[in-house]
C-alpha cells in the first residue's frame, strides 16, 4: 500500500486591518500656535514694540526734515488767515507736533505688522481670514477719514469761524492753535471711520448680528452726536454736525455690510 504525499495546509487568509484614524489635532485649528513661557511673551512684546518706536522715530525725523512744506501744506484750508508766533519757540514745537503726527502716520504699516505678528500665532485659522480684510478696509477707512476732514470738516469749520465775527474782530491765529486744531481733527475723523470695521468683525465671529445693530440705532446716532462734540478740537456747530452725520452714515453703512455677509454666509 503506497503512502499518499502529505500536503502543506492552505495559507491563512487574515483580514487586513485599517489603521487608526488619528486623532484631530489642534494645530489644524491653531496652525501657527507656538508655545512660549510668560517671559518669552513679554519679551517678544517689548522686541516689536521698540521695532515700532523705531519706525516712527525713523519716519518723523525725515518728516522733521521737510516739516516745512508740510506746515504750508496744512495751511491751504486757512486761506487769508494770518498766523502769529506768540511765544518764544512756538514754531519750533509746531514743527515737532506736525512731524510726530506724519511719521506716526508713515509708520502705521510697520506698526501693524508688529502687532500682526505678535498676535497672529494665537488666532484660529478662521480668525485668520479676517485678519488680511480687516486690515484692508481699516486702512483704506483711515484715509477716507483723512480725506474727508481735510476736504469736508476743514474748510467748512474754518468759513464758519472765519464769518462769524468778523465784522468785529480781525482773524489773526496762533500757528499752534491752528495746527492742533487739524491735527487733531484729522486723526479723530481718520479713528472715527474704523466703525465699519469693527461692526464687521463682531458680524463675522458671530458675537452681534444685523438685526440687533439697527434694532439700535437711536443709542448709536446719540453716541455719534456725543463723540461729535468730543472728538472735534473745536465748540463750532458746522464741525460737530458734519463729524456726527458722518459717524452716524458709516454705522447703517456697517448694518448693510454686516447683513450682506449674513446673507453671504452658507447655511450650517
Given at each position: ?268
Amino acid at each position: 500500500m503506497s503512502e499518499r504525499p502529505l500536503t502543506p495546509p492552505p495559507p491563512l487568509r487574515i483580514a487586513a486591518r485599517k489603521p487608526p484614524e488619528p486623532a484631530p489635532d489642534e494645530r489644524e485649528e491653531f496652525p501657527a500656535e507656538v508655545e512660549m513661557p510668560l517671559l518669552d511673551h513679554l519679551e517678544e512684546l517689548r522686541r516689536r514694540l521698540l521695532r515700532s518706536l523705531l519706525a516712527v522715530a525713523v519716519a518723523a525725523a525725515a518728516c522733521l526734515a521737510l516739516v516745512r512744506p508740510l506746515v504750508r501744506l496744512l495751511e491751504v484750508p486757512a486761506q487769508g488767515i494770518h498766523f502769529l508766533q506768540l511765544a518764544p519757540g512756538e514754531f519750533l514745537f509746531v514743527s515737532f507736533k506736525v512731524a510726530a503726527y506724519s511719521g506716526l502716520i508713515l509708520a502705521l504699516p510697520v506698526v501693524i505688522h508688529e502687532g500682526l505678528g505678535f498676535v497672529m500665532p494665537g488666532l484660529s485659522r478662521s480668525e485668520r481670514r479676517l485678519v488680511a480684510p480687516a486690515v484692508a478696509a481699516s486702512a483704506l477707512l483711515f484715509l477716507t477719514g483723512l480725506a474727508f476732514a481735510w476736504w469736508a470738516l476743514i474748510p467748512a469749520a474754518l468759513r464758519f469761524l472765519v464769518s462769524y465775527g468778523a465784522d468785529v474782530v480781525e482773524p489773526l491765529w496762533s500757528i499752534e492753535r491752528y495746527m492742533d486744531f487739524v491735527l487733531l481733527l484729522m486723526v479723530a475723523t481718520g479713528l472715527a471711520f474704523q466703525l465699519p470695521v469693527l461692526q464687521w468683525l463682531l458680524g463675522m465671529l458671530g458675537l452681534v448680528g444685523s438685526v440687533t445693530m439697527l434694532r439700535s440705532w437711536r443709542w448709536v446716532v446719540l453716541l455719534a452726536a456725543v463723540a461729535g462734540a468730543v472728538l472735534t478740537p473745536s465748540t463750532d456747530p458746522v464741525t460737530m454736525l458734519l463729524l456726527t452725520g458722518a459717524i452716524a452714515a458709516l454705522f447703517f453703512s456697517g448694518v448693510g455690510l454686516v447683513a450682506l455677509t449674513e446673507r453671504l454666509r452658507p447655511a450650517s
